[in-house]
């Protein structure tokens, strides 16, 4: 008897989401006023799969902007294009126009070194070097040249650390391994050592997915205080998530960027059907 | 629609069938487990064997026969040209003088057979020992002091009981004179058994008694150090390249092909190699250690590959996506973190990459390390030989005591072997202990 619902419920989904259209152009505003990066009909290729298809948006400056979707849906492979993470993947093409303050970063004379130094990134699994906590953060400054002796590369560590809400907790052992820290301190140490290198544009790829709810708190409470400071892209599975964090939405689909708005907008009154059964829970 | 619990059981009837087969899967398990523990007893048994064949013969090889005899350190006899200088003592009458207190010993005998089995009694390298004892002790000399003398391998046999002095006089090596000589120093307690001096600070020599390691071990060393030379850095880079650098393409493909069946070649092709191209087309000369490093170089570098290349694929992908991530470059990723993540296990590959080549033995005969060589090699380019060779020769000597000095070869070889791992693995762990 419950199976045979169950069946039908899954059924019904299916016809469903066969009947929705994906939308020709994504709904909403993908412009903003002061954009700090702009991406014009993105297109990325895995050998012949398109996984990203023609995305327009621009990301606004000190603003969190989180990327939410189904699986598969291609917002990391999104992320990923605006630092060219994507670079060290031989199958992948990327074209169309991303750029950071109008300047286009698949550029020939751009500099992959330079551009992620102001774009950085955190992962979904924290991955601290396997060095002290202290090496962790400063690895990016010494390799960037940014402190010119030790007293400054101190301060530096100090910033990042306090920054990052995790010096109190880690000042008396920066000697000490950073694997070994707690998961959420580990991620926390990564956000640390992103911000490190001063960058302008802060990646986030679904940092909480690997966290208990109070190291998750923690994070999120750290994305709210460095909007002050940095723009933030966020992807994240999880609607609330996007929900507490994020100025700006935007709902991908098969590669497609389906719908983009104002968080609130997108959580109290989407547009399109998809967008809806998505933060409706009713797929994903 | 077909009948959902068709040929379903009920619980009861699982649990009875679980039991049965669950006899089955026991036995199934305590078979595998016997046939496991059998096959490592049967591991086992052969290495007790193997190491109570080597160290039943190789332990008493580390030792030898000596003799204590009243030497009169005669100054003119001595030292003709009176300067104290090595040349002086070598054109010096030794011989002569260890003769008169070898015969002093043995009650002075008289008779030309009687001083002949006297003379056989001593290793014939007396004379040299002696005027070493004289040069390092210059002012000992117008006294008579007792010098220790290795003896012959013949009467170190005889004192091992190799020799059975019941079997008729014409079919031993030693004739009655000469037991009964060596009775007399017995008897007096002239004659002690310790560890070979000659075994470790020797060279080759056709005298068994005289015949050390000493050649060989230097340049089994230098050889090495060529080889890890070579082959370390070239692996490692070439490793890298090959994991981090270069395309996947059909180029690269047949690079890893080679590399592979490169692994696989017998080490002696490789000696022909070396004989054909570093000998015979660059000109090097035969049986130096830095022909004999660079060709086992090349042996051992597919090992050194293929490890290292399996160490750099270990290193998690995460770790190179943080350093490219705030922004280092290929190159510093490689450096800071890739290398020094897989360095321990690039180690482990060098550690038996230079094991095999420490034990390599054919591709070393045949580019002349086989050499009959008596000087311990002063460097690379000096003519010298390896351990396993001076083991294979001395296995291929007829006398009796060589059988002992070649276990006692191979303990030796052992025990570089152990130190050598060793000092590898303290140095993996030291490199471990550093994140």
Redesign the interface.
Known sequence: MTDTTMTTNAAMTETRMEDRILPDKTIGQVHVEHPRMTARAVDVHYGTKKAIDSVTLDIGERQVISFIGPSGCGKSTFLRCLNRMNDTIDICKVSGLIAIDEQDIYDPSIDVVSLRARVGMVFQKPNPFPKSIYDNIAYGPRIHGLANNKVELDQIVEMSLRRAGLWEEVKDRLDQPGTGLSGGQQQRLCIARAVAVSPEVILMDEPCSALDPIATAKVEELIHELRAEYTIVIVTHSMQQAARVSDRTAYFHLGKLVEVGETKQIFTNPVHELTQDYITGRFG | MTNLTAGALSPKEAIGRVAATLRRRRSAELRFRFWGQAAIGLALGFLVLLFGAIFSNGIPGLFQHYVVLDVELNKQRLDPQGDMSVNSLYAGDAEALIREGLLAALDNPTGRSNTRAARGIISSGSAQRLVDFVYANPNLMGQTVPVKFALDDDIDSFLRGFVDRNTPEADRRINDTVIQFVDKLVASERVSYEVSDYLFFGSASRDAEMAGIRGALIGSILTLFICVLISFPLGVATAVYLEEIA??NRFTEIIEININNLAAVPSVVFGIMGLAVFIVLFGMPRSIPLVGGIVLALMTLPTIIISSRAAIRSV?P????????????KM?TIF??VIP?AMPGMLTGTIIGMAQALGETAPLLMIGMVAFIVDVPGGVMDPGTVLPVQIFMWADFAERMFVQKTSAAIIVLLAFLIVMNASAIWLRKKLERR?
Do not use: E, M, T, Y
């Open positions: 395309p996947k998690p995460s770790i190179r996506d943080a350093a490219l991530g705030v922004g280092a470059s510093q800071h973190h993540l994140w």
